[in-house]
């Protein structure tokens, strides 16, 4: 009888020390977890902190150091400027004049927009990878409404880059017109100026679009 008793302590001590031993597992992987879930977290914010200084800078039409270093502005910003402003009253010397000032500064605002955009884009992918390991790990609804608002704001300024892409082309072609002969009441412009007058209004729209989803992300 005392070795049944002896046996059956020491069964029930080594069943004890299993049980130990496997909470203390399960607290200590919990705990490299939750480490790990934290860091995580910190490269979300911080991600998400660089991307709203890329955004706010994509914005208004500005770049970061890089990108100003990869396209400047032309000398003759000034000059280019005020010939766009009175198209249609100028001479074909100061259309021609215009053209050729295209090629160095028409492209400028445009190019830098897309180079800003696609930085934004990369920098959400790389932000998109943390987010997607955290939600193998657990479920954060806060995060994930930002990843989903994040998401919307990059389609809509890719969005913007193409409709200022668009209305680089149309301002070519009327320039390309007037040069040739044709006047402002002619068909092909009008639809031209139509056209741009359809994607300034799409772009009025993508602004708003655009601030408000960036309030939303900065609250």
């Given at each position: 009888m005392k070795k049944f008793i002896e046996n059956h302590l020491m069964i029930s001590l080594t069943l004890l020390l299993i049980a130990v031993a496997?909470?203390?597992?399960?607290?200590?992987?919990?705990?490299?977890?939750?480490k790990v879930e934290e860091k995580i977290v910190e490269q979300i914010i911080s991600a998400e902190s660089g991307m709203l200084q890329l955004a706010t800078l994509t914005d208004r039409n500005g770049a970061d150091e890089d990108i100003s270093q990869i396209v400047s502005d032309c000398s003759r910003r000034t000059?280019?400027?005020?010939?766009?402003?009175?198209?249609?009253?100028?001479?074909?010397?100061?259309l021609v004049a215009a053209q050729n000032l295209f090629e160095s500064c028409g492209k400028f605002y445009t190019e830098r927009k897309a180079l800003m955009v696609s930085k934004l884009e990369r920098e959400f992918e790389i932000y998109?990878?943390?987010?997607?390991i955290l939600k193998e790990l657990r479920e954060d609804k806060e995060i994930d409404r930002h990843a989903g608002l994040w998401s919307n704001l990059i389609t809509l300024e890719k969005d913007r880059s193409t409709f200022l892409s668009d209305q680089n082309h149309i301002q070519a072609k009327i320039i390309t017109l007037l040069i040739s002969g044709s006047t402002v009441s002619s068909k092909e412009l009008v639809e031209l100026i139509r056209d741009a007058g359809e994607i300034n209004d799409l772009l009025g729209v993508s602004d708003h679009k655009i601030d408000a989803l960036r309030a939303s992300l900065e609250q």
């Open positions: 496997l909470i203390l597992g399960a607290w200590v992987a919990d705990s490299n977890q939750k000059e280019y400027e005020e010939l766009l402003t009175s198209l249609e009253s100028l001479s074909k010397k100061d998109s990878t943390f987010v997607s």
